[in-house]
């Protein structure tokens, strides 16, 4: 049984996908992401985190008039995937996802006891 | 392979091999170019009763964008604004891979297209464009008496 899982798990991951583009803005607060993922609707995006590894997939949704040929394509495959390993001081049970019309807006907030403490210094 | 038993410089081989790929995936190489890497990507696809056109511009309100036919070139453009904080703020940029700023593409199309019958939609981060051909275009099936 968990031998046929990995087998009909490998082509799935195997499968070519694009790589989105992303910016990373960083506060004290936490990590904001944006990713760009024209095509993708709420209920085929995908993110996943797995102890530090955070994977955001997602699939085209895109309804192509019937017996249509392709005559240029610069997108030519129907999934985003990309992976990105998450640092410690991130708390990943606080992380908010929202997608609006194809860009994936990811919040994942700082470890409380990992947020920047200004450190008084007095005088001696 | 009947060319020639003796090839002639690998290189010139090579160089008409590539030319031959992009003659087969890119079918006419319009004047105005159809640059790759742009944003947004397009891609282009028809039907016999019509052409179809894809933009990925995801982040857009629909009504800022601007979409024009005229004479069979459909000219996409707009502006995305960057989320991305201002420079003085507190706060530091990791990555920017994502465009931000004005864009303008323009797409070179059959004349047969009728530019009354445009409808655009954007969902999902995509705009899509159908372009009704005319009907004097459209293959018919002429009875014969």
Not at chain 2, 30 to 42: D, V
Request: no cysteine; hydrophobic share 40%.
């Amino acid at each position: 049984m968990d031998q046929k899982n990995a087998v009909t798990r490998e082509p799935h991951e195997a499968a070519p996908s694009l790589l989105p583009p992303v910016d990373v803005v960083e506060d004290a607060g936490g990590i904001t992401l944006y990713a760009d993922l024209p095509g993708v609707s709420k209920d085929r995006l995908h993110l996943e985190v797995d102890a530090d590894t955070l994977i955001i997939e997602g699939e085209m949704d895109m309804r192509i008039p019937e017996g249509m040929e392709a005559t240029h394509a610069e997108v030519a495959l129907p999934r985003y995937r990309r992976v990105f390993t998450l640092s410690k001081e991130l708390d990943t049970d606080k992380l908010e996802a929202e997608l609006r019309q194809g860009v994936l807006k990811l919040r994942i907030q700082k470890a409380e006891h990992a947020k920047p403490r200004r450190i008084t210094v007095r005088a001696a | 392979m009947d060319r020639s038993l003796f090839s002639r410089d690998l290189f010139a081989e090579l160089d008409s091999l590539q030319r031959q790929m992009q003659q087969a995936f890119e079918f006419s190489p319009s004047i105005r170019g159809f640059a790759r890497g742009g944003f947004p990507a397009m891609n282009v696809g028809s039907t016999p009763a019509s052409a179809e056109i894809y933009a990925f511009a995801p982040g857009l309100k629909p009504e800022s964008i601007e979409v024009n036919l005229e004479r069979g070139v459909l000219s996409i453009s707009g502006e995305r604004a960057s989320e991305l904080p201002a420079p003085d703020a507190e706060a530091s940029l990791h990555v920017q891979e994502r465009f931000a700023g004005r864009f303008h593409r323009v797409v070179t199309l059959a004349d047969d297209l009728d530019p009354d019958g445009v409808e655009a939609r954007y969902r999902d981060g995509v705009l899509h464009v159908s372009i009704r051909r005319l009907a004097s275009a459209q293959p018919r099936r002429i009875n014969v008496n």
